[in-house]
């Protein structure tokens, strides 16, 4: 069965930093893609960035250098450290799997950007 579990969300001030983690069990990260989704209040989710099974990264243009994506196959962890938050990044962020012809995600961690 595919669990994720992320965590590593909070609030932050504009210009802070946090890196948010994705715990995944189920699946072989060594051999898995795996993305980063958000979803702030009232608007649709968007992708953010994805970590490709074979080592490139992508990113949504509106990350704009500010977060880096990686992965920890041992300890089967998917990592989003995010840099200069801004008051929009504040969402539920969500690790996202495609395995088998399924979408799977977690519960979400919530990212508030606030003075």
């Known amino acids: 069965q595919v669990q994720l579990q992320e965590s590593g969300g909070g609030l932050v001030q504009p210009g802070g930093s946090l890196r948010l983690s994705c715990a995944v069990r189920?699946?072989?990260?060594?051999?898995?893609?795996m993305d980063w989704y958000r979803q702030a209040l009232g608007k649709e989710r968007e992708w953010v960035a994805t970590?490709?099974?074979?080592?490139?990264?992508n990113y949504a243009d509106f990350v704009q250098g500010r977060f880096t994506v990686s992965r920890d196959n041992v300890w089967r962890k998917l990592y989003l450290q995010m840099d200069n938050l801004q008051p929009d990044d504040t969402a539920v962020y969500y690790c996202?799997?495609?395995?088998?012809?399924?979408?799977?995600r977690g519960q979400g961690t919530q990212v508030t950007v606030s003075s």
């Open positions: 996202g799997v495609n395995f088998r012809g399924r979408e799977f």
């Open positions: 189920g699946v072989n990260l060594k051999v898995t893609t």
């Open positions: 970590s490709s099974r074979d080592g490139p990264t």
